[in-house]
Nanobody
Framework: PLVESGGGLVQAGASLRLSCAAS????????VAWFRQAPGKKREYVAG????????EYAPSVLGRFFISRENAENTVYLQLNILKPEDSAVYSC?????????????????WGQGTQVTVSS
């Protein structure tokens, strides 16, 4: 499974670091992405990272504020959230892909975590 942690309630402008820990999965050979879903909205792509960690991609809304990284030796992916805004409030979930690359489409992901709540107050 994939298990996320690190969410919480923070004020606008603050930072959080989310973690996604994998167990029992072929983690190091697969791309990983973070998605988020706010109440009443569709799940949206936030950031992705390739299996070797050399390529990262971000949604325009978080570019320059969020940073994705991974430690394959620890089977963990991180998402650093900086300069948080109220519109960043959502449940953040990590997903393990079915290729070594990372794509923004949901269809490329086989395994999902339960998510961690991020709430940003104004």
């Amino acid at each position: 499974p994939l298990v996320e942690s690190g969410g919480g309630l923070v004020q606008a402008g603050a930072s959080l670091r989310l973690s996604c820990a994998a167990s029992g999965l072929r983690f190091s050979t697969r791309g990983v992405a973070w998605f988020r879903q706010a109440p009443g909205k569709k799940r949206e792509y936030v950031a992705g990272i390739t299996a070797n960690g050399r390529v990262t991609e971000y949604a325009p809304s978080v570019l320059g504020r969020f940073f994705i990284s991974r430690e394959n030796a620890e089977n963990t992916v991180y998402l650093q959230l900086n300069i948080l805004k109220p519109e960043d409030s959502a449940v953040y979930s990590c997903a393990l892909g079915n290729t070594d690359y990372s794509y923004s489409s949901l269809s490329y992901y086989d395994f999902w975590g339960q998510g961690t709540q991020v709430t940003v107050s104004s």
